[in-house]
């Protein structure tokens, strides 16, 4: 049996009251890309500080490439199979770019650092200080591939690319998809999604919403359907099986998302006189939107959430206690 790249169960990290993730369960399978979708604070760079063994969980385990995260002496072995791409990557200002990959290729090897360079190149013998965004998060793509690993894991790893690199750089994850490399990914761009993921899992204040295909993701995601009518409308008409969203917008007009058979929307617009009605193809926005609905409620856990990332508010730096720190 083949075992999962990642395989989650119960993962739960709370930093004191503040939840970062919750009864996290998901299963990541070998050689795929796989997606890990939510806005910013979602909880989506806890998770991957916790498989990477950065975080100790407050309860729950995973098991990266099969060796579990609580092994510790196993978990350092397997972490030489393993590809890292932080959210905001840091290297030391005063050295050069060749000097810090040098040093990477010590620890880990760099039999692909020339064919990585070749591929995204970077002004190796300047020193990282006067790097560009977008040279610093080429340099970590080098660093996270050039050692062979079995799995990538990055965070945002984007960001700060231009449009051509981007592009660059979706055709090498799905080359080393075809090769036989796993790939985890959060993102909160949903274009990134559709480009270049086999299965994404949506977290939504740091629980899983959602484990799907793309293909079936964007199959089910059905029309967009936006109405314009002189009469006052009640959402309530519009609450049939095939609906996926609906909602009245500021300017009062109706705009449903809607899947499979449309008799009932047939039927409910009878009711109404129409100014206007548009039908379009869904993106998968309007799908991922419906996750992150405020009409779908607040969690009942009694647990605040944090705002503008994954730690509590105000807080940009990992817990201060020695002990929430996973040994390295």
């Known amino acids: 049996m ?31 890309l796989f997606g890990f979708l939510g806005p910013n604070g979602a909880g989506k760079s806890t998770t991957i500080r916790l498989i990477l063994g950065f975080l100790k969980p407050t309860e729950g385990t995973a098991s990266v490439l099969g060796v579990p995260i609580d092994d510790r002496e196993a978990f350092i072995d397997v972490r030489n199979d393993i590809g890292h791409i932080p959210g905001d990557p840091q290297f030391y200002d005063d050295v050069t770019g060749r000097k810090t990959l040098d040093y990477l290729a010590s620890l880990s090897g760099d039999e692909r650092r020339e064919e990585l360079l070749e591929r995204f190149p970077v002004p190796l013998d300047r020193p990282v200080r006067g790097y560009s965004r977008g040279n610093r998060q080429k340099l970590a793509i080098v660093q996270a591939f050039m050692h062979e690993p079995r799995l990538v894991v990055m965070d945002e790893p984007t960001s700060g690319l231009d449009p051509l690199v981007q592009q660059e750089f979706y055709e090498f994850l799905r080359e080393e998809r075809d090769r036989g490399v796993s790939v985890f990914f959060s993102t909160h761009i949903l274009s990134e999604v559709r480009e270049v993921c086999d299965q994404v899992a949506i977290i939504r ?124």
């Open 2 to 32: 083949t075992v999962p790249a990642i395989d989650i169960e119960g993962l739960t990290k709370f930093y004191g009251d503040v939840r970062g993730v919750e009864d996290l369960d998901l299963t990541v399978p070998e050689g795929e």
């Open 205 to 328: 204040k740091g629980r899983l919403v959602a484990v799907e295909h793309i293909d079936d993701l964007l199959e089910r995601s059905g029309k967009v359907v936006t109405v314009q009518t002189p009469d006052t409308i009640d959402i309530a008409d519009f609450d049939f099986e095939e609906t996926i969203d609906a909602r009245i917008e500021p300017d009062g007009s109706l705009r449903l998302v809607i899947s499979g058979n449309y008799d009932g929307l047939v039927d409910a617009l009878e009711r109404y006189d129409i100014d206007d009605l548009e039908v379009r193809e869904t993106a998968i926005e309007d799908v991922f939107m419906h996750f992150y609905d405020a009409e779908n409620g607040d969690e009942s856990a009694g647990a605040r959430e944090g705002t503008d990332d994954d730690h509590p508010v105000g807080d940009d730096s990992e817990p201060e206690d020695a002990e929430e720190v996973a040994d390295a």
